[in-house]
């Protein structure tokens, strides 16, 4: 063989090696890769990736659709078994969806929820034109809260004007696995519970998120100022229950393991479910009730049977109310000595500006028909 033979049978060789390396480093190199806007409120699927191209993305979702908060928190419950609903017509948290609902579970009888209803009061003015729907569930804690003609009333003369579902077989209350008054749940528009307050306080943190769900549905909210209620205003409470409470012959209030009130009876009393009453046909004409403060206010919630006012007379440490310290239903007469009159259902103040020892409040009566629901005490 020639050297030009040999010379072109190499350079054959080289050719050859050089086409099958060119042809193993077009199979083998990767695709380039092509970037994909993800659809607004759904995951990027391998297949989107794949099949939709850059040039063909959606056009991006309108300002109120992006806005909807994701949800987050367990479904609210319908309201069920709803006896009566007050201030407007039947209303279904189905039907509310797209608002933001404040589910507020109260009675007129508690003390602490009637605490609350100045920032319901305002959140209402404020925020029911940007989408906030305020729904009250009225859960009877005692008989006479059951009444319809009693709630009405009180739902006037407490200002509350936003739709009320009587809740007298405690339907909703059992929906959602509720133990208190006051207890507030609010509501996204997907209806997902956000937040959840029992009790008193937290308002500026309830109103922050209010807030935070009208504008993520797209509400504008810069010219509505934060707050606007003291919250300072309404002192923290302590409530003496009767009726199912009595425990060895008294009852007892008790905060952070130490003693905050006692009651005791003496004359011959019923005690009922959700109330005390004197006995009538126990042999006695007078019935007394006996109060250990040791808080500077004392209210307490109470009414007469029938059309007849029950007197009481009041002391306090054995001696008449001194000007001072009576609460906003005691009185005077002609001899100096203090009394309270019970009528309707109502709390009747007591005690105030009372210093922070122990003192004994002494309540009583000769008169039948009084029944005590609930003693409060606070600063």
């Known amino acids: 063989m020639t050297d030009r033979t040999r010379w072109l049978s190499l350079a054959g060789s080289v050719a050859a090696i050089a086409a099958i390396i060119a042809i193993i480093f077009i199979v083998v190199q990767p695709p380039q890769s092509v970037s994909v806007a993800p659809v607004a409120d759904e995951p990027t699927t391998p ?13 991006p979702p309108t300002p109120q659709a992006a806005a909807t908060p994701a949800p987050s928190g367990p479904l609210a419950p319908e309201f069920a078994r709803v006896t009566q609903w007050l201030n407007g017509p039947a209303l279904s948290l189905a039907d509310l969806r797209g608002r933001v609902v404040l589910i507020d579970v109260w009675t007129f009888g508690c003390y602490n929820c009637r605490n609350t209803l100045p920032y319901l009061r305002d959140w209402h003015a404020k925020y029911a034109s940007e989408g906030l729907q305020i729904v009250g569930v009225h859960t009877p804690e005692f008989e006479f809260e059951s009444v319809e003609a009693n709630v009405r009333e009180a739902m006037i003369r407490l200002n509350v004007t936003w739709p009320v579902a009587m809740d007298n077989d405690w339907g909703t209350w059992r929906a959602y696995k509720n133990r208190y008054w006051p207890r507030k749940y609010l509501v996204d528009q997907r209806g997902q519970i956000r937040f959840d307050v029992i009790g008193e306080g937290s308002y500026a943190e309830m109103e922050r998120r209010i807030r935070e769900l009208l504008e ?18 309404a002192p923290a409470q ?19 393991g130490a003693e905050v009130a006692r009651l005791g009876l003496r004359g011959g009393w019923i005690v009922d479910s959700d109330r005390v009453q004197p006995d009538p046909t126990g042999g006695s004409n007078s019935w007394d009730a006996t109060v250990l403060v040791t808080s500077g206010m004392a209210n307490v919630s109470a009414a007469a049977a029938g059309e007849t006012p029950v007197l009481m007379k009041v002391t306090l440490d054995g001696a008449p109310v001194p000007e001072a310290l009576r609460g906003a239903h005691v009185f005077a007469g002609y001899d100096g000595a203090t009394f309270v009159e019970i009528d309707a259902f109502g709390a009747y103040g007591l005690l105030r500006n009372g210093d922070a020892g122990p003192r004994e409040l002494r309540l009583q009566t000769a008169d039948p028909g009084l029944s005590l629901y609930t003693f409060v005490f606070g600063a």
């Open 47 to 59: 297949e989107a990736a794949t099949t939709v191209p850059q040039a063909a993305a959606p056009a």
């Open 216 to 233: 993520a549905g797209g509400a504008s909210l810069d010219h509505i100022p934060m707050g606007g209620v003291d919250e300072g205003a």
């Open 238 to 256: 302590t409530a003496l229950f009767t009726g199912d409470s009595w425990d060895e012959g008294r009852f007892l209030a008790v905060e952070g």
